[in-house]
């Protein structure tokens, strides 16, 4: 197909579900990801980060302060980072109850739990590798979870798993670490630069505020590591409209926190 493809040929973009269906369960929980399947949103994006003890769990902001409860069960702890807790002490706090009462108790999953009600459903993982910086290693580590929960073996891994972050360092490390899996850059890199990325990310995934469809042009005029045109999916879009302005400009997906508004503006 030619670049301009999704437009050209009216093919759909596949609808992503920011933080599992974020808009109507706690963000990163194994709720927002039933919510997800419930709403027969096949694609599910996450944010991996580690704790103290070096387990990878499932929570967007370095501290833990917004989506839990930290605040009350441990308050001398101030910033409440996710690196500076244990894994036993982030399983006993309430990620669900901030968002709404009836979700109390729900938890911040670790990965291997976050993948396995992923698998349960058979949808597909957006995985986003968050603060790379704060977490040596934080590639390889999450690769082996992965391989452990037997996601790397499945003879088409490529379209079940992308690995994406805001780290380029981070993405090539996942693509050297292991060339199969399909990688996912975030940002909006300059054309000029995109021969660069394209090396050892299949994807380059802006912010809908950046987007262009002069630009989506551009992204997808490249080929990536496994020789496809490179992809774009375009976050966070919240309401029809925009998803029919991204939808024109022929992204390849789109990641929302309402999944159900983006699949009737534009199907999916
Ligand atoms: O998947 C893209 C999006 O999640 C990036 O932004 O801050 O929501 O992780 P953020
Ligand atoms: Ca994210």
Redesign the pocket.
């Known amino acids: 197909l030619s670049p301009a493809r999704a437009a050209d040929s009216g093919a759909r973009p596949v609808v992503?579900a920011?933080?599992g269906a974020s808009a109507y369960a706690p963000e990163n929980t194994l709720a927002a990801v039933d919510k997800a399947a419930a709403l027969g949103v096949d694609w599910v994006?996450n944010?991996v980060q580690r704790t103290k003890d070096g387990e990878l769990v499932v929570v967007?902001d370095d501290s833990l302060q917004r989506t839990t409860d930290v605040e009350e069960v441990f308050p001398d702890r101030a910033p409440w980072k996710v690196r500076d807790f244990t894994a036993a002490e982030i399983a006993r706090l309430d990620a669900g109850s901030w968002f709404d009462p009836a979700y109390a108790g729900a938890r911040v999953p670790t990965l291997e739990q976050f993948v396995r009600r992923v698998e349960r459903y058979d949808q597909k993982l957006?995985l986003?590798i968050?603060n790379p910086q704060l977490y040596p290693g934080i590639e390889r580590q999450t690769l082996k979870v992965l391989s452990n929960e037997g996601w790397l073996d499945r003879p088409h891994v490529r379209h079940r798993l992308i690995v994406?972050s805001?780290g380029a360092d981070s993405v090539r490390t996942v693509h050297d670490l292991e060339p199969g899996v399909k990688t996912g850059f975030?940002g909006t890199p300059p054309v000029a630069d995109l021969p660069a990325y394209a090396a050892f990310t299949d994807q380059v995934?802006p912010?809908h505020g950046s987007l262009s469809s002069g630009y989506v042009a551009a992204v997808q005029a490249f080929r990536g590591p496994h020789g496809k045109p490179l992809e774009v999916?375009t976050?966070?879009v919240n309401d029809a409209d925009t998803a029919r302005k991204v939808a024109g400009f022929g992204v390849d997906g789109i990641?929302t926190n309402t999944p159900d508004v983006v699949r009737d503006a534009v199907g999916g």
Do not use: A, G, P, Y
């Open positions: 992503v920011h933080r994006e944010d967007h957006l986003e968050k994406q805001f975030l995934n912010s999916f976050w966070t990641i």
